[in-house]
Nanobody, 124 residues
Framework: QVQLVESGGGLVPAGGSLRLSCTVS????????LGWFRQAPGNEREFVAA????????IYADSVKGRFTISRDNAKNTAYLQMDSLNPEDTAEYYC?????????????????WGQGTRVAVSS
């Protein structure tokens, strides 16, 4: 079974930074497109960022572009989301997701493996 485990969430003041990690086991990490999504209470799950299998290309939601950076280390089976200049609107549960069926996609229903989530809270 493919498993994804996120870590690195926490409470941070506005303007601060966090780095989330996602470690994948039970599959071939380099074969997966990796994505990050987030969901605030009462809101729909929204796309944040995704990275190609090789790590050579990335896409971002407009709301985080220029502040967040997605990366991956295939040797460590780990993906990262570096979050800078955080604001209270970034408060959400953040989920790592993986899929090997498509090229880069922003659609949550096209990712078939998901982590348990890690909570990010940004105080104002």
């Amino acid at each position: 079974q493919v498993q994804l485990v996120e870590s690195g969430g926490g409470l941070v003041p506005a303007g601060g930074s966090l780095r989330l990690s996602c470690t994948v086991s039970g599959g071939t990490f380099s074969s997966y497109v990796l994505g990050w999504f987030r969901q605030a209470p009462g809101n729909e799950r929204e796309f944040v960022a995704a990275i190609r299998r090789s790590g050579s290309y990335t896409i971002y939601a407009d709301s985080v572009k220029g502040r967040f950076t997605i990366s991956r280390d295939n040797a460590k089976n780990t993906a990262y989301l570096q979050m800078d200049s955080l604001n209270p609107e970034d408060t959400a549960e953040y989920y790592c997701a993986a899929q090997a069926r498509y090229y880069l996609t922003r659609l949550a229903n096209e990712y078939n493996y998901w982590g348990q989530g890690t909570r990010v809270a940004v105080s104002s």
